[in-house]
């Protein structure tokens, strides 16, 4: 069966450091786009940063610059290494394939809260 687990969350004060993890049970994970999601209180799901099969990457909003996406084929694990974190970061972090139905599963995904 098809699972991610998000892990790496934590309290960390503004300009800190995280780097969160997904383990990614998937058929093919080489083979498929990883994007790292998260939603704040109050507010919609947002998409953080994407990387493609081959290792390439996207950014969204105000993370570019401060956050690198990563993944190891081999472990089937995708990364994201969050820098000179704000309190606007707080949020639950999840992680996803692209490609699935926004209406379909989800991982438990981990809370990153950025408080002096």
């Known amino acids: 069966q098809e699972q991610l687990v998000e892990s790496g969350g934590g309290l960390v004060q503004p300009g800190g450091s995280l780097r969160l993890s997904c383990a990614a049970s998937?058929?093919?994970?080489?083979?498929?786009?990883m994007a790292w999601y998260r939603q704040a209180p109050g507010k919609q799901r947002e998409l953080v940063a994407l990387?493609?099969?081959?290792?390439?990457?996207n950014y969204w909003g105000s993370v570019k610059g401060r956050f690198t996406i990563s993944r190891d084929n081999a472990e089937n694990t995708v990364y994201l290494q969050m820098d000179n974190l704000q309190p606007e970061d707080t949020a639950v972090y999840y992680c996803r394939p692209t490609a699935w139905n926004p209406e379909g599963y989800w991982g438990q995904g981990t809370q990153v809260t950025v408080s002096s």
């Open positions: 998937l058929n093919r994970f080489g083979s498929v786009t």
């Open positions: 990387i493609t099969p081959g290792g390439i990457t």
